[in-house]
């Protein structure tokens, strides 16, 4: 982390798990956690139908909702999906983009995400990018540049004075649920690289100002020895977001 050029954000991403009362129920919880970690944001990123009980039981409190996926056209002829400008309408502030699960299961491309980061930017959306790489990747030496392949994607055509609005996270797809969570170290080398990519793009300022997350089997135990590395900004969180006390734990850990 480092505090002095970004904010530290801890997010959990429930993924297709909790009602609208489970959530109400959770947010109480939190609530008074939350505000006691004046160092980072705290983001639940919930299913959609979960998003009006989210953002009520949140209304006066540290805690953003966020989205898990959007469309990337304002409105149409798009049967079962929901657009940035839905999702503002509910007061959410934050939408997760091309997470592995979405790229695996539901055929996104980095064609799809690039889109969908730079409308939700249009609408003022915070997008959350997922990047990462496979096992086989990694085996093969390739993980550098298949991150750097999709920072460049992510970043195409993005407007300099938006570049600090996105968030990025790095979750290697084989971390992710897994229980096997990238060393401290490597994660850092990916973060680092994150940004030297942003800085080569945009230059020093605006790489400095980019939030980069770890994602993939952060839990209260590995969080603080992860979030201690420098271009490791906080983390995104799966598994270990769905119980209120292990999820108040890896804050705490971020607020240090
Ligand atoms: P995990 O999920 O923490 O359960 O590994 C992380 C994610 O998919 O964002």
Excluded at 4 to 10: A, S, V
Excluded at 145 to 156: A, H
Excluded at 233 to 239: F, K, M, P, R, S
């Amino acid at each position: 982390m480092n505090r002095r050029y970004r904010k530290t954000i801890i997010a959990g991403n429930w993924k297709m798990n909790k009602n609208p009362a489970e959530t109400k129920e959770f947010i109480t919880q939190l609530k008074p956690h939350a505000a006691r970690a004046k160092w980072c944001e705290t983001v639940l990123c919930v299913p959609f139908i979960d998003i009006p009980a989210a953002v009520k039981a949140a209304k006066n409190t540290r805690v953003f909702i966020a989205a898990q996926n959007m469309h990337h056209e304002s409105s149409g002829a798009y049967t079962g999906e929901v657009s940035g400008e839905m999702l503002v309408s509910l007061g959410v502030k934050y939408v997760v983009i091309g997470h592995s699960e979405r790229r695996q299961y539901f055929g996104e491309t980095e064609d799809t995400v690039s889109q969908k980061v730079r409308a939700a930017l249009a609408c003022g959306l915070r997008p959350i990018v997922c990047v990462g790489e496979s096992m086989s990747q990694r085996e093969k030496n390739l993980t550098l540049d298949y991150v750097r392949m999709q920072i460049k994607t992510v970043f195409w055509d993005v407007d300099p004075k938006d570049v600090k609005k996105v968030v990025v996270a790095y979750e290697p797809i084989w971390a992710i649920g897994t229980g096997k969570t990238a060393t401290a170290q490597q994660a850092d080398e990916v973060g680092r690289a994150i940004r030297e990519c942003i800085r080569e793009i945009y230059g020093a300022r605006h790489a400095r100002s980019v939030t980069i997350l770890y994602g993939g089997s952060m839990n209260p135990k590995n969080a603080k020895e992860l979030l201690a590395m420098p271009d490791v900004d906080g983390g995104l969180i799966g598994g270990a977001s769905l119980q209120c006390d292990d999820f108040v734990q890896i804050l705490d850990a971020a607020d240090q």
